[in-house]
T-cell receptor, first 112, second 112 residues
Framework: NAGVTQTPKFQVLKTGQSMTLQCAQD?????MSWYRQDPGMGLRLIHY???????DQGEVPNGYNVSRSTTEDFPLRLLSAAPSQTSVYFC???????????FGSGTQLSVL | SQQGEEDPQALSIQEGENATMNCSYK?????LQWYRQNSGRGLVHLIL?????REKHSGRLRVTLDTSKKSSSLLITASRAADTASYFC????????????FGQGTTLQVKP
């Protein structure tokens, strides 16, 4: 099993550009989530999904969209990138939010 | 606002010493989890303690939970240089919210 796979590992964007961060898991987990990690801020929840077709907002959802058309995939879309979205992004999956989560290796995003 | 807050923010000890990290949270929880993050990597699940448990052990890790004080502690005994990492607590509020919220973390340095 590959676990949780995130692509790309690094990305540089210009302000206003859009892009999609990919996340895929092969553990048949119902729960998937996206976090961003900034220095001194810990991890902040952006969006999460409790199953295919179901998504909801986390702590910092503004500027991000998600969809969950399959159990395996949970892409995160930046609609119009801003410098404030410079961060490291982590995708995680698990059977439920209250159970053990498995994390991807992260995407380091810089918005210039 | 963060559900969990860790204390101290940073801790530096010698190899062989014990390391204690504390986590406080604000609302009722189903369980509390501890994760570890090595520099530049994704988070790895360490241990989960349920709200009806007071203490749990896993190898050199000991976790306690005091729901009356809304606090938890993580003790790493006989620390090793390889334990150098950041440690995070995470909680989901009671009621199956689907939101697993992380604290800001404690950065542990173990000197050889």
């Amino acid at each position: 099993n590959a676990g949780v796979t995130q692509t790309p590992k690094f990305q540089v964007l210009k302000t206003g550009q859009s892009m999609t961060l990919q996340c895929a898991q092969d553990m048949n987990h119902e729960y998937m989530s996206w976090y961003r990690q900034d220095p001194g801020m810990g991890l902040r929840l952006i969006h999460y999904s409790v199953g295919a077709g179901i998504t909801d907002q986390g702590e910092v959802p503004n500027g991000y969209n998600v969809s969950r058309s399959t159990t395996e995939d949970f892409p995160l879309r930046l609609l119009s990138a801003a410098p404030s979205q410079t961060s490291v992004y982590f995708c995680a999956s698990g059977r439920q939010a209250r159970e053990k989560l498995f994390f991807g290796s992260g995407t380091q995003l810089s918005v210039l | 606002s963060q559900q969990g807050e860790e204390d101290p923010q940073a801790l530096s000890i010698q190899e062989g010493e014990n390391a204690t990290m504390n986590c406080s949270y604000k609302t009722s929880i189903n369980n509390l989890q501890w994760y570890r993050q090595n520099s530049g990597r994704g988070l790895v699940h360490l241990i989960l303690i349920r709200s009806n448990e007071r203490e749990k052990h896993s190898g050199r890790l000991r976790v306690t939970l005091d729901t009356s004080k809304k606090s938890s502690s993580l003790l790493i005994t006989a620390s090793r240089a390889a334990d150098t990492a950041s440690y995070f607590c995470a909680t989901e509020g009671s009621g199956n919210t689907g939101k697993l919220i992380f604290g800001q973390g404690t950065t542990l340095q173990v000197k050889p």
